[in-house]
Nanobody
């Protein structure tokens, strides 16, 4: 079966950093576009970052310059390095895999940024 499993979430102070990981199984990882999305309480799910199979990136405006997406195809893993975290980054972060009409989601990992 297909599984995307996120890890690395937690509680951090403003200005701090976290690195999220997502390990995929059951897919040919190299062929998929991988992404991170987030959903804050009472808000719509929004794009954080996408890294395509041919190494193109796309970032949400609110995280540009602070977050970096990367992938290790040998480990079937996509990462999200989050720096200079703000309270507005508080959300559940979801891992996404996309190939044409095939799309999969992880269950999410919670990030809380507060003093």
């Amino acid at each position: 079966q297909v599984q995307l499993v996120e890890s690395g979430g937690g509680s951090v102070q403003p200005g701090g950093s976290l690195r999220l990981s997502c390990v995929a199984s059951g897919i040919i990882f190299n062929f998929y576009d991988m992404g991170w999305y987030r959903q804050a309480p009472g808000k719509e799910r929004e794009l954080v970052a996408v890294l395509t199979s041919d190494s193109r990136t796309n970032y949400g405006d609110s995280v540009k310059g602070r977050f970096t997406i990367s992938r290790d195809n040998a480990k079937n893993t996509v990462y999200l390095q989050m720096n200079s975290l703000k309270p507005e980054d508080t959300a559940v972060y979801y891992c996404n895999a996309l190939l044409l009409k095939r799309e999969y989601w992880g269950r999410g990992t919670r990030v809380t940024v507060s003093s």
